[in-house]
């Protein structure tokens, strides 16, 4: 008894006791990425799906004097959203040209509102909210210019002091509890994105807030995701918060993005032992740098998402 409560002692101590909870997640070597979205998920659903809008949120101008700034984000609610109940959160983040409206959920004809809307609605994914930020951390949040490029490196900044805080304060997400602790969430926490908004989820959400999420997506990542070994490297910097899954899909025809996507997501598991077949999958299949491939991952993602929901 005494070897335990020292084994305990030191586990608490230590946060192995974390790790060890974490890396009991769900074997997911056999689970299947589809090619192609069904059809009938792609269709407005004939019952009542979730609801979109856009909120205002405090923030500072990370890129420039970090002046107190209003940034903006729309926000996906599950169909039935109820403050009783509590939420994964996925973060989904927009490419270059956009703006937290570019994945298109205030359109009630948007083909990635509708997966998600019928695949919630015919219990093959538990409900989830979806909060699509503004990448841009900085008062010009709409100059889509390249000269403006410089303001989405720093959006790990506005991520961990701003948007997370104020959705877990706002919204029934499972941070909502821990409110203080940003990091006893992170299992319920995932990021994704595509372009722009997939290096992002490379750059920022795996090599910088490991600690604030433990699922990612990259779809069509942008040419400046870090390359592999840099992400391999990267992740030493978080021993105690393991990578529950990591997803990337890219099109073979993409010419922006293939050699960028690939050096960052396809070799990965040559450089670290963190990311196996078990937490870890590329996918490739014909298709440019367009909703075709992202709506996909988009797809793939969610399901990817349920599959781990504990």
């Known amino acids: 008894m005494k070897r335990w409560i020292s084994l305990l ?18 074997d997911m070597k ?11 998920l792609t269709r407005a659903p004939k019952q009542k799906g979730g609801t979109v809008t856009k909120f205002g949120y405090p923030s500072k101008d990370y890129t420039n004097d970090q002046a107190e700034i209003t940034k903006y984000a729309a926000l996906y609610l599950p169909p039935d959203y109820s ?27 948007s083909i990635g509102r509708n997966v998600l809307d019928n695949l919630i609605l015919k219990g093959i994914i538990p409900p989830m909210i979806v909060v699509m ?22 959006f790990g900044q506005e991520l961990r002091n701003d948007l997370l805080p104020y959705v877990d304060a706002h919204y029934a997400t499972y941070g909502h509890d821990t409110q203080d602790d940003l990091a006893a969430s992170r299992d319920h926490r995932a990021m994704a994105g595509l372009s722009m908004g997939g290096m992002q989820t490379i750059n920022i959400g795996l090599c910088e807030c490991l600690d604030l999420f433990s699922m990612f997506g990259a779809f069509s990542a942008a040419p400046t995701s870090n390359p592999a070994k840099d992400v391999a490297r990267k992740l ?46 590329w ?18 993602f969610a399901r990817v ?6």
């Not at 002692?9 to 769900?26: C, P």
């Open 236 to 281: 030493e910097d978080f021993p105690d918060y393991p990578v529950r899954y990591f997803y990337s899909v890219c099109g073979t025809e993409d010419s922006l993005a293939y050699g960028a996507a690939s050096a960052a997501a396809k070799e990965l598991p040559k450089h670290t032992d963190r990311l196996t077949e078990e937490n870890w999958h």
């Open 133 to 154: 930020p503004n990448g841009r951390s900085t008062a010009k949040a709409y100059n889509t210019s390249y000269d403006n490029m410089g303001s989405f490196y720093v």
């Open 9 to 26: 002692l030191v586990l608490l101590m230590t946060g192995g006791l974390v790790t060890a909870a974490a890396e009991e997640t769900k």
């Open 83 to 109: 403050e009783d109940n509590r939420y994964d959160l996925l973060v989904l983040c927009h490419g270059i040209g956009g703006t937290e409206l570019e994945w298109g959920f205030m359109n009630a004809y």
């Open 30 to 40: 056999n689970f299947v990425f589809e090619d192609e979205i069904p059809a009938e």
């Open 283 to 300: 996918q490739e299949r014909s298709g440019g740098h367009d909703f075709a491939i992202w709506n996909l991952g988009l797809y793939n």
């Open 305 to 310: 998402m349920g599959e781990l929901h504990e």
